[in-house]
Nanobody, 124 residues
Framework: QLRLVESGGGLVQPGGSLRLSCAIS?????IGWFRQAPGKEREGLSC???????????KYANSVKGRFIISKDKVENTVYLQMTQLKPEDTADYYC?????????????????WGQGTHVAVSS
């Protein structure tokens, strides 16, 4: 059974960086990252094809394009989300999710297994 475990969240100052990890136990075609801030809708951030050796065409939301980079390590069975130039509005709970495809409309589902989330707080 697929299991996803996020880590790497924490408190960071505006302009700082964090790297989130999504440790994967089991098989998945692709992994997506979402976030949800209090009182706001869930927002899809990025996805990457995990199956195979290539990255495919990673997708990014406009809100994080140029600041966040998604990557994978097949040896460690982990997908990373490197976040830079963090802003207070990036404060949220961040989740990774198993996907059947990292395509154009990937953030509309369907979704597989979700991780438990990791909290990111951007504040001075």
């Amino acid at each position: 059974q697929l299991r996803l475990v996020e880590s790497g969240g924490g408190l960071v100052q505006p302009g700082g960086s964090l790297r989130l990890s999504c440790a994967i136990s089991g098989a998945t075609v692709a992994i997506g990252w979402f976030r949800q801030a209090p009182g706001k809708e869930r927002e899809g951030l990025s996805c990457i094809t995990f199956l195979g050796t290539g990255n495919g065409s990673p997708k990014y939301a406009n809100s994080v394009k140029g600041r966040f980079i998604i990557s994978k390590d097949k040896v460690e069975n982990t997908v990373y989300l490197q976040m830079t130039q963090l802003k207070p509005e990036d404060t949220a709970d961040y989740y990774c999710v198993s996907l059947g495809l990292c395509g154009t409309y990937w953030d509309g589902g369907p979704f597989g297994t979700w991780g438990q989330g990791t909290h990111v707080a951007v504040s001075s």
